[in-house]
T-cell receptor, first 113, second 114 residues
Framework: DQQVKQNSPSLSVQEGRISILNCDYT??????FLWYKKYPAEGPTFLIS?????DKNEDGRFTVFLNKSAKHLSLHIVPSQPGDSAVYFC????????????FGEGTQLTVNP | KAGVTQTPRYLIKTRGQQVTLSCSPISGHRSVSWYQQTPGQGLQFLFE???????NKGNFPGRFSGRQFSNSRSEMNVSTLELGDSALYLC?????????????FGPGTRLLVL
């Protein structure tokens, strides 16, 4: 069963506008959530994370929102830049799961100049 | 601080052979996890090692094994390779979860099984 889902395989936005990437999860034991950015043939690069005790975390142009009741999180990128074009993965871990991450399928973001 | 390093970066093997991949974590990190990325299955957790002990294991057959050394370096071994084992194998390291929970990934080893 897919415990972390990213329902949009792709997203295209104009440079300077906001990019919103969404992620849903089903496992109520997840307590830590992360977003990674990935280029082909490279390892994922950590972007931003959020603990389940928070509902928002901001780091520069990146903001992650967590809605625990809806089991939903989103990544906002403002303003979007062409260099942000990559695959974005949402990941989650459990308190008792050690460092095991469960990943979503990824969303290909394309930022057009 | 140097990042996670993985060797080799690329590897070609034939069916039935075995392969060993290596991962050196970020200095001070004691947890090492391995993941497999394929186009059809996405990023799948293989196993995690902490203080030379396997702490977590994903749903992969016993052909996939690993170990961790006292310096936290880790190796992953796949025996009797199958065509479906062709994938990008990623290693990630982190501090103990109670300290920091973020995993940092290496560049991966691209394995092609012919």
């Amino acid at each position: 069963d897919q415990q972390v889902k990213q329902n949009s395989p792709s997203l295209s936005v104009q440079e300077g506008r906001i990019s919103i990437l969404n992620c849903d999860y089903t496992n109520s034991m997840f307590d830590y959530f992360l977003w990674y950015k990935k280029y082909p043939a490279e390892g994922p690069t950590f972007l931003i994370s959020i603990s389940s005790i928070k509902d928002k975390n901001e780091d520069g142009r990146f903001t992650v929102f967590l809605n625990k009741s809806a089991k939903h999180l989103s990544l906002h990128i403002v303003p979007s830049q062409p260099g942000d074009s990559a695959v974005y993965f949402c990941a989650a871990s459990e308190a008792e799961g050690g460092s095991r991450l469960t990943f979503g399928e990824g969303t290909q973001l394309t930022v057009n100049p | 601080k140097a990042g996670v390093t993985q060797t080799p970066r690329y590897l070609i093997k034939t069916r039935g052979q075995q392969v060993t991949l290596s991962c050196s974590p970020i200095s001070g990190h004691r947890s090492v996890s391995w993941y497999q990325q394929t186009p059809g299955q996405g990023l799948q957790f293989l196993f995690e090692y902490f203080s030379e002990t396997q702490r977590n294991k994903g749903n992969f057959p016993g052909r996939f094994s690993g170990r961790q050394f006292s310096n936290s370096r880790s190796e992953m071994n796949v025996s009797t390779l199958e065509l479906g084992d062709s994938a990008l194998y990623l290693c990630a390291s982190s501090l103990p979860r109670t300290v920091e929970e973020t995993q940092y990934f290496g560049p991966g080893t691209r394995l092609l099984v012919l």
